[in-house]
Each structure stands twice: as structure tokens, then as C-alpha cells.
């Protein structure tokens, strides 16, 4: 197929570009780079340089690789910075999705892959997490995801556009050329890491009196290969047929608290790791699990790299490379 990815030079859209090529897809890169690094556009891939919200130069693209579906990666993602500025999210999470589904509507585009979050769940009802439980986002990054996710639902009914929305848990780890290089950081396992290399003096707990056997934060970390193996599937699905659907995107099972995951790093490269207590950070709910049963039953998908050491050894070794 040909496949257009929005946010193709960033951390996870550059490992969905390397799955797709992998597959023998072809790939055009759409991306603004004003997160992501032109250097991350994987070699094999077509890049062009554009903003979201240029709905003219979407459609070119689209048009000139005749480009027959579409990953949308390309967002803004930080749930502290979502707070302080609503309008920045709601420009680009929902204004430049639009643009695109206008542009794909115009190049008669049918097919796409969303890239949404488990933020859309908010405090979640339950663990672990099932498609069908409340959404009630705690954050505008959280429910300008899930407003896309809606508008899709409708464009889906009206203008025959397919698409299959992947909730994303806590994608990590890396592959040998692409993994996370954010500035600034705020993910707990490269933030981890740059501790274990005296980049950062330490790291902060956020919060140690949660509800969970070590009083930290559990998460359902997925490894990105996995995650990026999902979009393929999806793409893949849709173009046989597949009807539009919501899926979950995590590990299952016990999932791994933050004091896990320092502990995980300390064995992994062998480095003390300098900790320190903080507070809560606002909006985090005590644990995030997800059910991806239904990925599994009707795409077939399973992820390969369910251990934690095997997620943090590979973002390790991306790091050292990079270094
Ligand atoms: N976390 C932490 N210290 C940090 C960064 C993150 O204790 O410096 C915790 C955070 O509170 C959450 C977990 O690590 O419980 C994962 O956070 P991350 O930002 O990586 O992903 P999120 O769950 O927010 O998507």
C-alpha cells in the first residue's frame, strides 16, 4: 500500500515507518518537524515538510504519492502542558486532524489509522481497561483525542472514511535506529535512563502513597515495535474490509509501578540510580491497565516484548548508540 504517516519523524512514527517499509509498503513522511527530527525519517521513506493545518498541501501530497491510506501520528501529547494551554491542543489535535480528513475527503482517501491514548478514559472505571468503559478525559490532551476519535465515528457514517483508533497505553523501548530523543523529557524511562548516565542527578518519584502494592504508579508499558506492528495490522485489516473499530493498545497483565521500573533500569545497565520522593503529579491516575483482548480476538495481534527488561534493555541500548 501506499501510506501516508503524520508525525513520521517523531519517536513512534518513525518505528511505524520502518514496520511499513519492513512490509513492503511504501511511506511518504508528513511531518512539520517541530517536534520531530528530520534526521528520524526513516531512509526509504518520501518526506515532506508541512503543518497540518495546510490542508492544500496535505491534498497535494496526497495526491502526487497517490497515497491509498493514512497513519495520523502527528499531535501534541503532554498532558501538564495540555492544561496550561487548551488552545494549542484543540488547534492541533482537533482543528489539524480536520484539515486532514478534508484533504483526504478531497484526494478520496478511505482508509486511516488514528494514533489515540488511554487518556481518553480519564480516572478509569476499572482494571484492566476495556473499549466499551466511560470516557471522561481529566485533561485537554486526553479529550481532544477523544473529540477526533468522535468526529470519526460520523465521518465514517457519512462520507464512508474507515478507520481503526489505537488507545495507546505507555509505548517504550526502541529499535536499533529510532527511540524517544522528546525535548523536554517527561517520560519515565528515558528520564530513568539519563539518571543511570549522570545526564540528570536523579530521578523523581511522583508520588508514593498511590493505592498499589509498592504505594507508585503502575502502567501497562508497551514496547514500540509491538505498537507499530499494531498500525500495520490495522492498515492491512481496513484495506480487506475490516470494518471501522476502537482498539486498546497495551501488555495486559500486572502491569509495572514506577519504583518497578527504576529497579528494572538499575539491573539492566548496572548504574545506581539516584532517587528522590516527590509529589503527585496532577491528573495520574494510580494504575492504567489495558485489556487489548480485542485487538487480539479480531486483528490477530499479539505483542512479542511483554517484559519490562526487554523494553528498558532496548531503550538502553538506543541511548548508548545516540551517545
Ligand atoms: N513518573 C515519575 N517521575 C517522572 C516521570 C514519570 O514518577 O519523572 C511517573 C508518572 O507519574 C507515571 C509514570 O511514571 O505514573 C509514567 O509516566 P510517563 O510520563 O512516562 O507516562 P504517562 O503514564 O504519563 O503516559
Redesign the pocket.
Same mark, same amino acid.
Given at each position: 500500500m501506499k501510506v501516508m504517516v503524520t508525525g513520521g519523524a517523531g519517536y513512534i512514527g518513525s518505528v511505524v515507518t520502518e514496520e511499513l517499509l519492513r512490509g513492503g509498503d511504501e511511506v511518504v513522511v508528513y511531518d512539520s518537524l517541530y517536534k520531530g527530527h528530520r534526521e528520524a525519517v526513516v531512509e526509504g521513506a518520501s518526506f515532506v515538510k508541512g503543518d497540518l493545518l495546510d490542508t492544500e498541501l496535505l491534498r497535494g501530497t496526497l495526491i502526487q504519492h497517490k497515497v491509498e491510506a493514512v497513519v495520523h501520528m502527528a499531535a501534541d501529547s503532554l &498532558?501538564g502542558e495540555s492544561v496550561k494551554a487548551p488552545a494549542k491542543y484543540y488547534r492541533n489535535n482537533v482543528l489539524g486532524g480536520l484539515s486532514l480528513l478534508d484533504a483526504m475527503r478531497e484526494a478520496e482517501v478511505k482508509y486511516l489509522v488514528f494514533s489515540s491514548t488511554a487518556a481518553v478514559y480519564g480516572e478509569p472505571a476499572k482494571q484492566p481497561i476495556e473499549e466499551s468503559d466511560p470516557t471522561q478525559p481529566t485533561n485537554p490532551y486526553g479529550e481532544t483525542k477523544l473529540a477526533f476519535e468522535r468526529a470519526l465515528r460520523w465521518y465514517d457514517g457519512a462520507y464512508g472514511l474507515r478507520f481503526v483508533s489505537l488507545r495507546y497505553f505507555?509505548a517504550a523501548g526502541a529499535t536499533e535506529r529510532c527511540g524517544e530523543r522528546h525535548s523536554p523529557e517527561?517520560?519515565?524511562?528515558p528520564?530513568v535512563l539519563q539518571a543511570a548516565v549522570g545526564q540528570l542527578p536523579e530521578?523523581? &518519584?511522583?508520588?508514593d502513597d498511590y493505592p498499589t502494592p509498592d504505594g507508585t504508579?503502575v502502567?501497562d508499558y508497551i514496547h514500540v515495535v509491538d505498537l507499530a506492528q499494531a498500525h500495520v495490522r490495522a492498515l492491512h485489516a481496513l484495506a480487506e474490509g475490516h470494518e471501522s473499530a476502537i482498539y486498546n493498545l497495551g501488555c495486559g497483565g500486572e502491569g509495572y509501578s514506577?519504583k518497578q521500573v527504576i529497579d528494572c533500569a538499575r539491573r539492566v545497565t548496572g548504574r545506581d540510580i539516584p532517587v528522590r520522593k516527590g509529589p503527585r503529579?496532577p491528573g495520574?491516575p494510580a494504575v492504567?491497565i489495558a485489556s487489548s483482548a480485542r485487538i487480539m480476538r479480531e486483528l490477530g495481534w499479539s505483542p512479542t516484548h511483554q517484559k519490562l527488561d526487554a523494553i528498558v534493555e532496548s531503550a538502553w541500548r538506543f541511548m548508548q548508540n545516540k551517545r
Open positions: &498532558v505507555n517527561t517520560h519515565l524511562i528520564l530521578v523523581t &518519584v511522583f508520588g504508579c502502567r514506577v503529579r495520574d492504567l
